[in-house]
């Protein structure tokens, strides 16, 4: 699809854990060449900062300095993916300190014209302005195969019943934790993609955000 010089289309994308947003994401991204963010990986980045460095989360003036220099380079950086940083990623979130700072990096990136920026409270705290908003969901048990497959690479011993128990823990903490929980908002379409594969969910995407650009511009 060809857009015009002026072209300008933010799209907020939200779900728990495993619902198949960040593929989803990508898949928009790829398509329509739109510049994506993973909120999640700032969070990710903290976690793996404050680790390495061997700081206490309440260090604020070490939580500036960090989070002043963070670069989207950095995010793609492949340790931030170890299990002890995705244990202690929800612990970060919850803290509004640290919400609040990595907020700014993250309305830096929605000056750019064409973006998605994906994670658990991007339309209602983010972009409520989004001109699209999707929400992702899937059934816990899909969602647990799902991320069995990937955790089993790393630990052997991890079981199924495990990781759909961690799954159900983080999500229940994402929607009731008091700063900026996991919400489905007005005017979000709701992607389930429990029952749909890749090409499925390729196709039911680049269907929603046609229809939204149309929406907003006509037929380019």
Not at 30 to 45: A, D, I, M, V
Not at 179 to 195: H, I, N, Q, W
């Amino acid at each position: 699809m060809n857009f015009k010089k002026n072209f300008t289309f933010s799209i907020a994308i939200d779900g728990g854990a495993a619902s198949g947003k960040s593929t989803g994401s990508k898949i928009i991204s790829k398509t329509f060449n739109f510049k994506l963010l993973t909120s999640g990986e700032l969070y990710r980045y903290v976690a793996y900062r404050i680790i390495k460095d061997k700081k206490k989360i309440s260090n604020k003036n070490y939580l500036k300095k960090i989070t002043k220099n963070i670069t989207l380079k950095k995010l793609k950086n492949k340790k931030l993916y170890d299990p002890k940083i995705s244990s202690y990623v929800s612990t970060i979130a919850k803290i509004k300190f640290i919400r609040n700072l990595l907020k700014g990096f993250q309305k830096d990136f929605s000056k750019n014209k064409k973006f998605i920026i994906e994670g658990r409270d991007i339309a209602s705290k983010i972009l409520p302005n989004a001109d699209l908003k999707l929400f992702f969901k899937c059934s816990s048990k899909e969602k647990a195969k799902r991320r069995f497959k990937d955790f089993k690479k790393q630990n052997k011993k991890t079981t199924l019943k495990e990781v759909e128990k961690a799954l159900k823990r983080r999500d229940y903490m994402d929607k009731n934790r008091k700063e900026s929980p996991l919400l489905f908002v007005k005017g979000a379409v709701l992607v389930d993609t429990t029952k749909i594969n890749i090409k499925q969910m390729e196709a039911k995407l680049k269907k929603i955000v046609i229809k939204a650009i149309k929406n907003k511009y006509g037929n380019l």
